[in-house]
């Protein structure tokens, strides 16, 4: 059974910093992997998807990697603000097409401190 | 705004009460998702629709019934419902899983 974890389970940091989260998975058989943003009491915001067979991916402040075979992705986020602060969540997909279902972690709960 | 609408985005009901989350998306996707998001619990797939027609069940208990009249909108009917259902419903849509998913912002649900 595939299992998702996330950790830290928080993290508090001043504004400015550099971070990283990690996400690991128990079964490298995955579609892809994707990093979701989610603010309190709101839905999820895409923020990066992984395929397969890709070592990363990049958007603004943010880099994603994947490395299936160890079982491991990371989010990097570059000179962190205090707009940042919000929980974030891996999820795997399990099989292609419309079918797949996503095996989500517990998520990292950021703050940043101005 | 995502594409992925839900309404509404709060609800209070009583255990006696039958109630409906509405879920529409705009983006021509041909999957539906609901989602359940409990407190400290991963979120949990419920129900998953390709096509309008269901293709996965997570053993969810028949007080939870869902309805995909068409591609673009999804329902989750909701009847005699416990306190411990009380949680974020969250709706979901995709196109092939090659390009992820989106989601809504959410119905809290509060069961009294």
């Known amino acids: 059974k595939q299992e998702v974890t996330q950790i830290p389970a928080a993290l508090s940091v001043p504004e400015g910093e550099n971070l990283v989260l990690n996400c690991s998975f128990t079964?490298?058989?995955?579609?892809?992997l994707q990093w979701f943003r989610q603010d309190p009491g709101k839905g999820l915001t895409s923020l990066l998807l992984?395929?397969?067979?890709?070592r990363e991916q990049t958007s603004g402040r943010l880099n994603a990697s994947l490395d299936k075979s160890s079982g491991r992705s990371t989010l990097y986020i570059a000179a962190s603000q205090p707009g940042d602060s919000a929980t974030y969540l891996c999820?795997?997909?399990?099989?292609?097409?419309?079918?797949?279902?996503?095996?989500f972690g517990k998520g990292t709960k950021l703050s940043v401190k101005p | 705004e995502t594409g992925v609408t839900q309404t509404p985005r709060h609800l209070v009901m009583g255990m006696t009460n039958k109630k409906s989350l509405k879920c529409e998306q705009h983006?021509?996707?041909?999957?539906m998702y609901w989602y359940k998001q409990s407190a400290k619990k991963p979120l949990e797939l419920m129900f998953v629709?390709?096509?309008?027609?269901?293709?996965e069940n997570n053993s969810v208990p028949s007080r939870f019934s869902p309805e995909c009249p068409n591609s673009s909108h999804l329902f989750l009917h909701l009847h005699t419902l416990q306190p411990e259902d009380s949680a974020l419903y969250l709706c979901?849509?995709?196109?092939?899983?090659?390009?992820?998913?989106?989601f809504g912002s959410g119905t809290r649900l509060t069961v009294v």
């Open positions: 979901a849509s995709s196109q092939d899983v090659d390009y992820g998913y989106t």
């Open positions: 079964d490298s058989a995955i579609y892809n």
């Open positions: 992984i395929q397969s067979s890709q």
């Open positions: 999820a795997v997909s399990l099989t292609g097409g419309s079918q797949g279902n996503l095996i």
């Open positions: 983006l021509g996707h041909n999957a």
């Open positions: 629709y390709s096509l309008e027609e269901r293709v």
